[in-house]
């Protein structure tokens, strides 16, 4: 995949506008394993990376992801590996003194404890189990099914996006309702609570635009994921298209900035999260 495939040309968009004890206990580890872990306002309705990523995929009031994008379900599957890679749950194997490549090293589980979210924990339960370990490549392959052994084909996610959208309508983002398509029928998700969108596309557009995101030594860990997560999956134009025509060559010239970052030689930085670039790897070879 080109790294820079879907930002050269601008497209024409309209504009639309209580847990028990222990889960408790697994939450403050995830926020000590994990400093840049996005706590945010306590009004603020908090979302993983794939929660995100899918919002900003769905469309206002038809409540579904366009028909013609063929990269979300890969892109839901990369987030999975980072938001356990920030969380702590997972690490890449050691480089070891011939210095292997990102998409050479092996996924290894650094703890398996519950992260609280039922796709998170059904990855790391895949991951745990799996002996020898697999590559960042695999994993993103499996996750989604798209494998030709049939041996890994019990690692395959399923009803990812719509277990995503439940956890969405759960937390007063979306609604259901039931959809006619002539030849069948169709459960959608149309957006109810739009403060929490337009608050994401302005932390995805803010994030772009700031100028210290192309300093990836000191930039936030989750902003930058979410940037470039929501390239991979081809939903970044959406969060896009509000801009001014300034704003938006801006952006997208940051955004080809980090598309051609050494990808290896940022995981060598100290306080790296190497699972990260071996995702963003994967997805720009």
């Not at 930002?7 to 209580?18: A, C, D, F, M």
Request: charge should be negative; charged fraction near 35%; hydrophobic fraction near 35%.
């Amino acid at each position: 995949m080109n790294r820079t495939e879907g930002l050269v040309q601008r497209r024409n968009v309209v504009k639309e506008n209580n847990s028990d004890g222990n889960r408790e206990n697994h939450d403050v580890d995830d926020k000590k394993n994990d400093k840049n872990y996005d706590d945010g306002d306590s009004k603020e309705t908090r979302l993983t990376l794939m929660e995100e990523v899918l919002l900003l995929g769905l469309k206002d009031k038809e409540g579904y992801t366009s028909f013609w994008n063929d990269c979300i379900s890969s892109g839901l599957r990369g987030c999975i590996l980072i938001e356990l890679g920030l969380r702590g749950r997972v690490e890449l194997e050691r480089a070891g003194m011939r210095r292997k490549g990102l998409l050479s090293r092996k996924v290894i589980v650094k703890s398996d404890n519950p992260t609280g979210d039922v796709l998170l924990d059904e990855a790391l339960k895949h991951m745990k189990d799996t002996d020898p370990p697999e590559t960042v490549q695999s994993w993103i392959e499996y996750l989604s099914g798209e494998t030709w052994n049939p041996m890994k084909l019990k690692y395959q996610l399923k009803n990812v996006r719509e277990r995503l959208a439940k956890n969405l309508v759960e937390k007063g983002v979306l609604t259901t309702e039931k959809q006619n398509f002539l030849l069948f029928d169709m459960t959608t998700h149309p957006l109810t609570d739009n403060v929490v969108k337009c608050r994401l596309v302005k932390k995805v557009q803010e994030a772009a635009l700031r100028r210290s995101i192309v300093d990836v030594a000191h930039a936030d860990k989750r902003s930058l994921a979410l940037l470039m997560l929501a390239h991979s999956a081809d939903v970044l134009e959406n969060a896009f298209a509000p801009l001014s025509d300034e704003d938006y060559e801006l952006a997208t010239r940051r955004v080809r900035s980090l598309l051609d970052l050494d990808f290896e030689a940022e995981a060598m930085r100290p306080d790296a999260c190497e699972i990260m670039w071996a995702v963003f790897a994967a997805f720009t070879k």
